[in-house]
């Protein structure tokens, strides 16, 4: 019998959970235990557990074989589930799934690896996708942003065109596993039950093909370092962790395979006056005399596109929050924009001549009176 938790339990659902409940569980736990953000002793179990449930509970065939039969192979229930976790992983603003195991284990291949996907020789592997941080001003987000930005990355060898054989030679097809990339194995047969495991070929490494004069330029790699001149347009109203996808713009894939992504990460710098909330609107803090809250007073208050005149009113109190309407933020996929929010703190002297002392005492005893 096996060892494993029950795949429902391990993503806290019910059995008559719908797709849209799995997705969610998945994508909170992910987020909890994804080897980028949890460093903790543990939590890179966890994350192939949940992500193994995941896995055989999203796709609709193999979660009714498992509600039948119980649980599978590690390669059965990954095999061909890798476009939904990109696809998760890529609105978290995340890497493919691929790169994140590959990480995990060290780069290695077999494991956690291509062939354990089902990933093999007869069929091409997707490049690696490129994590781009971009640090953005208010300013920015107000205005939208375009920017050239140089990105190194694996691209095709121009000397092999990919192939990574030497020129005027190409590689043969690995007798071993017949271009596969993968050997199977067969082992604890009996009359009830047959267990096949594929495994990466030993001798051509999992490529399915033998390079036998290595290209000079790439060392039969078939890619080779350069930078690329991308050019990025941001949209106004963007927020603080999202990330844009710039698809076909990562590192080339090996053997001819399809270029991973450019997957691009924005981050919010603090600014020196405004602060950010929600809806739109910025936050504005000045400080007004309290004899100026009390007389009222007309202000000059800066914003992200020059001064507006605000007008405070006799009497207004300290802490009050005043509206200066349209002078906030984009609202990303909507229309419209925010306001700039005024807060108002009074502004008590600290030091007083004997003069001010005396006038302030007698405004005092009026006021008293």
């Known amino acids: 019998m096996s060892g494993k938790r029950d795949y429902y339990e391990v993503l806290g659902l019910q059995k008559n959970a719908g797709k849209d409940d799995i ?18 002793a543990g939590a890179e ?6 992500s193994e449930a995941y896995a055989v509970l999203s796709d609709d065939d193999k979660r009714k074989r498992y509600d039948t039969y119980g649980h599978v192979g590690p390669e059965e229930a990954f095999r061909g589930s890798e476009a939904n976790f990109d696809e998760v992983f890529r609105d978290m603003g995340f890497g493919g799934f691929r790169d994140i195991f590959e990480q995990l284990l060290g780069g290695r291949r077999g494991g956690f690896g291509d062939e354990f996907f089902g990933f093999g020789g007869s069929r091409r592997q997707r490049g690696r996708d490129i994590i781009y941080d971009m640090e953005l001003s208010l300013e920015d987000i107000l205005r939208g942003r375009k920017e050239e930005v140089e990105v190194p990355r694996l691209e095709k060898c121009s000397v092999c065109a990919g192939t990574g054989a ?4 190409k590689p043969r097809k690995c007798t071993v596993c017949d271009g596969h990339g993968q050997t199977r194995r067969v082992y604890n047969q009996n009359r009830f039950s047959t267990f096949v495991s594929l495994e990466p070929c030993r001798t051509c490494q999992g490529r399915g093909q033998i390079i036998e004069r290595p290209c000079s330029n790439c060392k039969g790699l078939g890619r080779a370092r350069q930078v690329k001149k991308l050019k990025l347009e941001i949209p106004p109203g963007v927020e603080e962790g999202m990330a844009f996808q710039l698809r076909g713009e990562g590192e080339a894939a090996e053997q001819g395979g399809a270029p991973g992504d450019l997957v691009v990460r924005l981050h919010v710098k603090p600014h020196s006056q405004f602060e950010r909330i929600e809806d739109g609107h910025l936050l504005y803090n000045i400080g007004v005399m309290f004899t100026d809250l009390a ?9 992200l596109e020059g001064t507006e005149k605000l007008k405070i009113q006799p009497g207004t109190q300290a802490n009050s929050i005043l509206r200066i309407k349209g ?21 008590v002297p600290t030091k007083l001549s004997d003069r001010q002392k005396s006038l302030l005492k007698e405004l005092s005893k009026e006021f008293e009176e």
């Open 295 to 303: 007389l009222g007073t007309e202000l000059r208050i800066p914003t």
């Open 45 to 50: 179990e966890k994350f192939k557990e949940i």
């Open 327 to 347: 002078k906030g933020l984009p609202r990303y996929g909507s229309s419209g924009r925010g306001d700039q929010l005024v807060k108002i703190e009074a502004k």
């Open 166 to 169: 030497a020129p005027g030679t």
């Open 23 to 40: 997705k969610n569980s998945y994508r909170k736990l992910a987020l909890q235990y994804h080897p980028d953000r949890n460093k903790d």
